[in-house]
């Protein structure tokens, strides 16, 4: 927020896929476990005091909805036709119309953001400027609209196409961000017109109506990977590389060692605290919390899942959504958590799967136990009662519970609950039967001869 001021951010997400070669909306593609439009909305969330609208095209249900599940309170407008950025903005009139000191058009594909970047064009906004405009320096400026300025006023934004030598010489290139005064919004918006060779309604052509009008604009600069707009499949991968890097130097400096920061994969609200260790090949899927001192080890994934203090996590473990897991918890390779609590100091240290289920304080979980959970109707619950010791192969068909301190056998199926400091067992006594081997191998021999002498 700047000096008290309100401020409205108009969110232009009409567009479809067809750029990158997909049926899914442009806006709905993933980075970092986060939609692009759900990352710039919410940068303009944490940018806090703005109100949004969001233009969406008619048959983009799904973007109107992931709008709604990020930022409730946000309008929705609805661009009928596609005829062009100024008409996309126009669209959400009403929305202007409510009075806005300051209104922001940014788009949902520019996922990398930042709020500082926003802040910087509404203080230009506050200092006098009707319109800013947003340029970045680029090493190739092929294809994209100059920014011709003179000190820090915005002449022009001159489309490549239809720039000079001159002006195609300039690097500095138009982002497409823009800012306007609330109180001139919609009188310039309302008088570009459509007389270019598409016949669509350019948002650049604010500028020079903007000037028209005995008004002040300005260019701001900014750099190009934060305001790059996604339109390829090869153009998404490279802002997710961006972001990766991002998000690894936020964890390095707040504490957390990666031990190979490169091949670690970092969701937009992966938690980790401080001395938390990650060793290579980690993934973290949304919703991941790890608390001090954890280690997450090589070839492990998380999703939804919080990890408690000093716990050790892998490797080649998942957590899977719902899985809690307490102080100085062990869970080790091919361990599978899901919707569980896994309570201080229990340990399920290889091949294991534990769902829908309890695992009490200090419990053992032997290799190669699972809890059937599915009916393949229903899921049910497991209770494992503090000190439990599970033995290895042993199948626990939920509903039921162990109590505390009960030990099940090795190779049990347990379906009755087991009472606190039991022995349960199931499963038939061994028998044995002396020089068995010997005799069935006779039998065949005489067998596969007497075949052959018949033949």
């Not at 119309?97 to 906004?125: H, Q």
């Not at 092929?142 to 000079?164: N, P």
């Not at 899985?323 to 958590?337: M, R």
Request: charged fraction near 20%; aromatic fraction near 4%; include cysteine.
């Amino acid at each position: 927020m700047t000096g008290g001021r309100t401020c409205l951010a108009i969110v232009l997400a009409a567009g479809d896929g067809t750029r990158m070669l997909s049926s899914q909306p442009k806006v709905l593609h993933q980075i970092a476990g986060r939609s692009l439009l759900a990352h710039v909305m919410t940068c303009l969330r944490e940018a806090g005091g703005m109100a949004s609208a969001v233009v969406v095209a008619p048959d983009h249900s799904g973007v109107a909805a992931e709008v709604k599940a990020n930022t409730p309170d946000a309008e929705i407008f609805v661009q009928t036709e596609r005829r062009g950025t100024a008409h996309a903005v126009l669209a959400a009139a009403a929305a202007i119309a409510k009075g806005f000191d300051d209104v922001l058009v940014v788009f949902g594909d520019t996922p990398l953001i930042r709020t500082s970047t926003l802040d910087t064009l509404r203080g230009a906004l506050s200092k006098g400027a009707a319109v800013a405009v947003l340029g970045f320096r680029a090493a190739d400026p092929t294809g994209y609209g100059r920014l011709v300025t003179k000190g820090e006023d915005l002449i022009a934004i001159v489309e490549h196409a239809d720039a000079s030598e001159a002006e195609r010489a300039i690097d500095l290139c138009n982002a497409g961000l823009m800012a306007f005064a609330g109180a001139h919004a919609l009188e310039v918006l309302r008088k570009i017109g459509n007389g270019n060779r598409k016949g669509e309604f350019y948002l650049t052509d604010a500028v020079a109506i903007a000037r028209d009008l005995g008004l002040k604009t300005v260019a701001l600069e900014v750099m190009e990977d934060e305001v790059s707009g996604i339109n390829s499949k090869a153009q998404l991968a490279a802002a997710e590389a961006q972001i990766q890097q991002r998000l690894r130097q936020a964890a390095l400096e707040a504490g957390v060692t990666l031990v190979a920061p490169d091949t670690v994969y970092l969701a937009a609200d992966t938690k980790l605290g401080r001395d938390v260790v990650v060793e290579p090949f980690v993934v973290f899927g949304p919703g991941v919390t790890v608390e001090a001192g954890a280690t997450i080890r090589s070839f492990s994934h998380l999703t939804g899942a919080h990890v408690g203090k000093d716990a050790i996590v892998g490797p080649y473990a998942r957590l899977r959504p719902g899985a809690k897991l307490g102080e100085k918890v062990h869970i080790g390779n091919f361990v599978e958590v899901k919707e569980a609590v896994i309570e201080a100091g229990a340990k399920a240290n290889h091949l294991a799967y534990i769902g829908d289920a309890r695992v009490g304080e200090g419990a053992n979980i032997g290799a190669g136990t699972i809890t059937c959970n599915y009916d393949s109707v229903s899921k049910h619950r497991t209770d494992i009662g503090k000190g439990a010791f599970i033995g290895s192969n042993s199948a626990l068909v939920a509903p039921v519970k162990i109590g505390d301190g009960a030990y099940i056998g090795s190779g049990s199926v347990i379906t009755r609950d087991v009472p606190a400091g039991a022995l349960a067992l199931e499963r038939a006594q061994q028998v044995v039967k002396e020089g068995w081997v010997k005799r069935l191998r006779s039998l065949k021999t005489m067998g596969k001869k007497a075949g052959q002498a018949s033949e």
